[in-house]
């Protein structure tokens, strides 16, 4: 026969895991919600004259692997700021800044191990900023500059991490719902062993 207490002593047991569930999903319900994170650009000259850095804030899940923005969308939706800025130009006036009313679109790429960018690139076509110049991606992290002219006045290569220091891609790190999601796998555990050990 079934001692009482330990029957009570169970229904506690999984009252205390029942809350602690319900608990944790309320949580991760709340903070699965879109956040924004800022990459930083990390340009380097290939060619021509000048340099650029700067910064664009996405929506955190398209750090998750094979997250893709299709090539040249004109959806900004997930897309909160852009804010290159490009120095030492050979022309007038010598620098210059875009924003994302200067985009027409933009292309992002991120492989499959979610850790770095096979692409990150942006598209102003035919639009030229207020000081004439335009940017406009050619190829998988590289973008031109050029002046209303149509010249090309140099080319950079993006190396885009949630890094302010250029690592390759930055420190693979679990966003605010992987780390609910895994306190609350810890809560599960720690409850039902809890409830084992008064059983």
Do not use: C, K
């Not at 990459?39 to 893709?68: E, F, K, R």
């Not at 991120?110 to 050619?138: E, K, P």
Request: aromatic share 8%; proline share 5%; glycine share 10%.
């Amino acid at each position: 026969m079934t001692h009482p207490r330990s029957v009570e002593s169970g229904r506690r047991s999984g009252l205390v895991l029942a809350g602690m569930v319900a608990a944790s999903a309320a949580l991760l319900a709340q903070t699965a919600s879109a956040a924004p994170v800022t990459i930083y650009l990390h340009y380097t000259t290939i060619s021509g004259t000048g340099t650029a850095d700067g910064t664009v804030v996405i929506d955190d899940s398209l750090l998750a692997p094979n997250a893709q923005i299709p090539f040249d969308s004109s959806d900004f939706s997930l897309m909160t700021s852009f804010t290159p800025n490009v120095a030492g130009l050979p022309g007038s006036p010598t620098s210059t800044s875009f924003g994302m009313s200067d985009l027409n679109g933009w292309v992002l790429d991120r492989n499959s191990t979610g850790h770095s960018f096979d692409d990150l690139n942006f598209f102003m076509d035919s639009n030229f900023n207020t000081d004439g110049y335009q940017i406009q991606g050619v190829d998988p992290l590289l973008l031109e500059i050029r002046d209303e002219a149509g010249a090309q006045l140099a080319v950079f290569r993006a190396n885009p991490s949630t890094s302010q220091t250029a690592t390759g891609g930055g420190i693979p790190t679990l966003s605010t719902t992987g780390l609910v999601t895994l306190s609350l796998l810890i809560a599960l555990g720690a409850g039902l062993f809890l409830a084992r050990r008064v059983g």
